[in-house]
């Protein structure tokens, strides 16, 4: 299911639609009051000619342009947002490539009327928050801004419209063709095929704003918290850009407001200050809140927010303007250790980066319901950190991150226009290096999203570089426009080492790969650890282990039955839904590689899928234990970003879920690597750590280390007694014996529990003879290879075990299920998959299960837990295994 409305293709026309417009109310009608744009008209420029001047007046026939009700998308999200493409069908095999990426590299307009209500005394603004890749703006028969100031997608700015507005207002912007080369977009690189468009449009909304005689810039919240946190007084202080618009001194109210969003007496204070004429100042209103709640990352504590409202008041009381926004009590440092690895704190707490890399969707269409449902998702894995290599969002997102305690990375992306450095080597195609205008749009941009992002307590750093740092002119520009918004948490240089301006420093972030698929002792041959690239060690700003690949009910929603043959029959098959086909990861071939050698040779696509969820899950947990392990290391683990977190299209790699929102097995090998309080397996040195991410689990702890073989014979069995100390981990013991003689493969289950006996992390792998050999010193930038396979080709051959499943418990109607899996017999029943499907049969997504793609233990009984959060209603449970057959569960 896609998350977004399906929308209804519009029954009225163009002209119908501008008459009720006109008719209607004004956009705005107080002072403070912004709207967006709320729907466009749009169309080619080869269709309607460039008369801008004429196209901006009143009652121009758009009857036979698109029309959409969104107040933003690019032209292709527009397009099929109008009905005019149909992306179920666009991302079907490869039709994609039969869009016309022609009618694109003309300009096109998007157009829109609307109502104000001028008077005198009353100032009207047009608000761009960036256009792709530039625009020339007109209203009413005038030009508002030309497409050498208004450049860049995140090129905000506000124009004064007071003296060219009217009752009814005609607004046509302009868009002009995106190269990623050359302009300032938000390219895609190697992530997936590009949009036929390069994202060109109005993507962000174009606002309109009133105010009396002085107008204010964004609000900033500056806070200084006491040494001992929630329990000294912090100091607030509100800030934000006052500007007399008129040709006399005014005399104005400052008046400040905080309050906590749970309630209490709100903080109220006021100031006042006189403005020369047509001056601009820095009102600046500070305050003490006595005792701060502290907002905290999701799993170590709340997240309060407060309000923060700053307001201009004219001597004649009238409000004039105001400028509001939510902010949060927490501090956030980095600092390089003795290896020159970035460490964060979080609130004086040594904070370890784990999430992923976000990827919008392909055409940029922004749905609010879903990214609420992939931040729940994150935090469901555990997560703590998104990434953000460009790609900023809207005001929206970075709401449900504070919301829900997730921390955002932002920053500028890598390979094209944003890093056309003299010397970058690894531009694709000679981008011109950046001349005065260009360090003139990327300063705007910085101070447009350093301004919307800066209240936001979800904001751990910004990085100015990605894979390269900026020249000596970009650094300090960059650095001294975030300090002049205010900026309080870190700025870093960039996402890699390669190396770094004099002025910030090493990054201390590594960019060393893995891209592709690795073993999972790949993270733990830490030693020596420069030459051991990604392995578990320092803070890894992209990393995948290549488990990526969606369940079969996605895949026959963007696969045809060909391009289903060819996953299994062709492993070495350049394919559409990977990378570009320029880039290394336009084939399976490397994960493939090493499931044929591995696992064997697939004898049929559900066993092809079958072993590629095998791997995904053991690839995932790996990466994510390892980190976790190695955070008390000699060379600390201090994060890591997973590249990538979601895929902007549906996609066979580089995902942790897929585009339809079906958590599979690497969803599901992620989530049991970042388990809140855990045990898990060194695969290098046969070791056991206990994992600790929590700051306030308290008591002692036992953790159950069972071997078995294929057949279910128990080979090793104790029970090791650990104490735990917070956010730490550490190695409590050595199965070196207990599986220095394996004959093919056996199942290692380590089950960690409290002093109550409460299981709180349950977790089997299975382990071959020999591990897989790694090739350090021929790594290539995306892969170590692996010269000698391990060996699972025994699980092919486990006999079948009789599972049943029973619905313990449900309500059905609020989504929620426990499903009893028992295995019979006395094998292991390995890698069960439980699906949750509605009548239709179709997944129900989005949903959180405890835990799945589970083994269990011969007679073994294990509960899971399941709840959909979205609207629809489960119906049935579908069951299958590596060694189990297929079977359904209906919930009624
Ligand atoms: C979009 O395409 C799909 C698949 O080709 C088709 O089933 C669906 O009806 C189309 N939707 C619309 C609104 O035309
Ligand atoms: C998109 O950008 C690429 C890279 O700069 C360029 O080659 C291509 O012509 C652009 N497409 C359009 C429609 O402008
Ligand atoms: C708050 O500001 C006052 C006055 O500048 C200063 O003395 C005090 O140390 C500040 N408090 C904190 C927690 O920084
Ligand atoms: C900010 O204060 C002004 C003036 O009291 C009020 O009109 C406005 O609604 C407030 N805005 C928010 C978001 O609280
Ligand atoms: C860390 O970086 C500094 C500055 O470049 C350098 O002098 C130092 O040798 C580096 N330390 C290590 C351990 O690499
Ligand atoms: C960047 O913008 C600031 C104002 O926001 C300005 O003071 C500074 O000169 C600009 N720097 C460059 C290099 O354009
Ligand atoms: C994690 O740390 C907390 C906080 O002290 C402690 O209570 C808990 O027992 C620890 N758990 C593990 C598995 O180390
Ligand atoms: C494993 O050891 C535990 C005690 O640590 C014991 O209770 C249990 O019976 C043993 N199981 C097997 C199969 O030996
Ligand atoms: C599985 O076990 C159940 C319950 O013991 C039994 O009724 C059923 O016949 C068994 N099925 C198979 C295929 O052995």
């Known amino acids: 299911m896609h998350l977004r409305e399906w929308k209804a293709p519009l029954a009225l026309s163009g002209i119908a639609l501008g008459l009720l417009r006109m008719a209607g109310a004004a956009l705005v009608s107080t002072p403070g009051e912004i709207a967006a744009i709320p729907s466009w008209d749009l169309q080619s420029s080869a269709k309607t000619g460039n ?40 991302f079907y095999s490869d039709n994609l490539r039969t869009v016309d990426a022609k009618q694109f590299t003309v300009p096109w307009l998007y157009r ?25 703006i007109y209203l009413n028969g005038k030009q508002v801004a030309d497409k050498s100031f208004q450049v860049g997608a995140y090129g905000g700015h506000t124009y004064d419209i007071t003296d060219i507005s009217d009752k009814t207002n005609a607004l046509v912007i302009q868009a002009h063709p995106t190269s990623y080369y050359y302009d300032f977009a938000l390219g895609w690189v190697d992530w997936n095929p590009w949009p036929a468009d390069n994202g060109t449009g109005v993507w962000r909304d174009v606002e309109v704003k009133q105010t009396g005689s002085v107008a204010l810039g964004p609000l900033r919240v500056v806070t200084q918290l006491g ?55 820095d009102i600046v209103l500070t305050n003490v809140v006595q005792k701060p709640t502290i907002w905290w990352p999701a799993r170590w504590g709340e997240q309060p927010l407060y309000k923060a409202n700053l307001t201009v008041t004219t001597s004649d009381g009238a409000i004039s303007d105001f400028s509001a926004g939510k902010f949060g009590f927490r501090t956030v440092t980095s600092q390089v250790n003795a290896f020159n690895d970035t460490e964060f704190t979080v609130n004086g707490q040594r904070f370890q980066v784990l999430g992923g890399g976000y990827a919008p969707d392909m055409f940029l269409r922004w749905d609010k319901a879903k990214w609420e449902a992939e931040a729940k998702y994150q935090l469901d894995l555990g997560f703590n950190t998104v990434r953000l290599e460009g790609k900023n969002e809207h005001p929206e997102f970075y709401e449900v991150a504070d919301r829900l305690g997730l921390m955002v990375m932002a920053g500028w992306e890598c390979c094209d226009k944003w890093e056309a450095w003299s010397y970058n080597n690894d531009l694709a195609v000679p981008t011109p290096v950046w001349v005065d205008a260009d360090y003139v749009t990327a300063n705007a941009s910085m101070a447009h999203d350093a301004a919307m992002m800066q209240t936001h307590p979800s904001m751990l750093v910004f990085l100015i570089g990605s894979d390269y740092w900026p020249d000596d002119k970009a650094t300090p520009m960059y650095v001294n426009t975030l300090k002049a918004a205010d900026w309080q948490v870190p700025i870093i240089a960039s996402a890699s080492k390669r190396s770094y301006p004099a002025l910030l420093g090493p990054s201390g972030l590594k960019m060393e790969g893995p891209y592709d698929w690795v073993p999972p002792n790949y993270w733990y041959d830490t030693e020596p650890s420069d030459s051991r690239l990604g392995a578990a060690f320092g803070l890894g700003s992209e990393q995948s282990a290549g488990g990526s690949t969606p369940d079969l009910s996605s895949l026959k929603k963007f696969l045809s039955p060909s391009d289903l043959d060819d996953l299994w029959k062709n492993p070495n098959k350049e394919l559409f839904h990977m990378s570009t086909d320029t880039s290394s990861f336009h084939t399976r071939k490397i994960f493939n590689n090493a499931l044929w050698k591995r696992w064997g040779a697939p004898t049929s696509l559900e066993d092809y899928l079958i072993k590629t969820q095998i791997m995904d899950y053991e690839a995932n947990r790996a990466e994510f234990e390892g980190f976790s392990a190695m955070w008390n290391a000699k060379r600390p683990a201090t994060g890591v970003i997973y590249w990538m977190l979601t895929a902007a299209f549906p996609s066979l790699h580089w995902n942790i879920w897929d585009y339809y929102m079906h958590p599979a097995g690497g969803y599901f090998g992620t989530k049991v690597g970042m388990r809140l309080e855990h045990v898990a397996y060194d695969y290098a040195h046969k070791a056991v750590y206990l994992v600790n991410h929590s700051l306030d689990k308290k008591g002692a702890r036992s953790v159950d280390v069972q071997v078995i073989d294929t057949s279910g014979k128990v080979t090793y069995n104790t029970t090791v007694s650990a104490s735990t100390t917070p956010n730490t981990s550490k190695s409590i013991v050595s199965l070196t014996k207990a599986l220095n003689n394996i004959k093919d493969v056996v199942f290692l289950r380590l089950a960690l529990s409290d002093d109550k006996g409460a299981v709180l ?53 609020a989504g929620m299920a ?49 709840k959909s959060m979205g609207g629809a209603v489960p119906a049935a449970v579908q069951i299958s295994g590596k060694n189990v057959a297929k079977f359904t569960l209906g919930l009624s």
């Open 51 to 90: 008369d801008l001047t004429a196209l901006s007046k009143t009652g121009v026939d758009t009857s036979s342009w698109h029309h959409v009700k969104s107040s933003k998308c690019t032209l292709m999200g527009c397009l099929i947002e109008s009905g005019f493409y149909n992306d179920t069908h666009l």
């Open 112 to 136: 829109q009327e609307f109502a104000l209500d001028p008077a005198p005394g009353r100032h009207f603004f047009l608000q761009t928050n960036g256009i792709t890749s530039r625009a020339d």
């Open 227 to 281: 040494a001992s946190l929630g329990s000294q007084p912090a100091n607030v202080t509100l800030k934000a850009k006052a500007q007399n618009l008129e040709k006399t001194a005014v005399t104005i109210t400052a008046s400040g407001l905080i309050a906590a969003e749970a309630g209490g007496e709100p903080l109220v204070w006021t100031k006042t200050v006189t403005l020369a004429p047509l001056s601009t100042t």
């Open 761 to 813: 992390s349950r977790n089997v792998y299975w382990i071959s003879k020999a591990i897989d050999t790694l090739d350090w010193e021929n790594s290539e930038w995306y892969v170590t290879p692996v010269t000698k396979f391990a060996d699972y080709t025994a699980l092919n051959k486990l006999a079948a075990a009789n599972v049943t499943a029973t619905v313990t418990k449900t309500s059905a109607g």
């Open 818 to 866: 426990a499903v009893t899996l028992e295995n019979k017999s006395s094998v292991p029943a390995f890698f069960i998959i439980l699906n949750l499907v509605d009548t239709k049969g179709q997944d129900v997504v989005p949903l959180t299960w405890s835990d799945n793609y589970v083994t269990l233990w011969p007679k073994e009984k294990l509960t899971l837990t399941v």
